[in-house]
């Protein structure tokens, strides 16, 4: 407050309401004050006196808006949670918290590979004006937990959100042992067609497997607990043409071809020449 040209400050009140007063006070560039209870928009009065007893008419008054209460809990949106994605820079959306008094000014976003948010892998990223958040630095294949909480314009800051799991499968399935051997030659004509297939991340998607010979889409067998594809039929003589495509549950998808050759007739008997008979 400046009030010069003059005598000079030397006391100061305050009140909440214009017409109760505290005490006059030696006069200070700062004042601890208790605003009334409750939360809302307060006004603040103070007036100061001079070395000859003059008093600032009209006082002094300020708004000030009291928030002691947390914002709202924000519900989460997508990824839905249990999401198996093969994208490891999924956009996570909420719907926005409320706050009615001061109203919300950012959010905190937390993923980790821990339900409790406790391991190495921790991220946290603060003042998030948005109800969404894409991480700059793509999340390894695993599960990871995500949750959010809102801060209002006061700084109070609200409780997390459920927790919600993702899992980050960005790796094909494998395709391997192949039966019979790519480029192979054999003598059976009804031969076990066969191979494993395998992935670690979100597990096989079993209606994605499909197995076709000679162009031609087969109703193999599929054993979940080895991995196993197998057909078998009676075959012609000659090559043999096998495509064997799967996709795992996060949408990732490979394909192997291989080829063989059923050879049932065996050789001519070789005829003799030299030395002639007898």
Known sequence: VDMSPGSGLVYMRFSNDGSTWSPWEAYSTSKS???TSGDGQKRVYA?????????????????IVLDTT???????????????TNDNRPTFTWNPATDLTSGIASYTFQVDTSPLFSSENLRTITGIATTSYK??????EGTWYWHVRAVDRAGNIGSWSDNWRLIVDVGPPSIENLKPENNSYIKDNRPLISAIVKDAGSGIDNN????TLDNIVKSHTYHPENGQVKYQEALAEGRHEVKLSV???AGNSRTVAWSFVVDTTPPAAPSLRLPENN
Do not use: A, H, M, Y
């Open 33 to 35: 004050w208790n605003l």
């Open 47 to 63: 007036q100061f006196k001079d070395r000859v007893g003059l008093e600032s008419s009209p006082p002094s008054s300020d708004d």
């Open 70 to 84: 947390k914002p709202s809990i924000p519900s989460l949106s997508s990824p839905p949670n249990g999401t198996i």
């Open 135 to 140: 991480p700059d630095i793509p999340l390894r």
């Open 208 to 211: 994605t497997i499909r197995l």
């Open 247 to 249: 996709s795992d549950k």
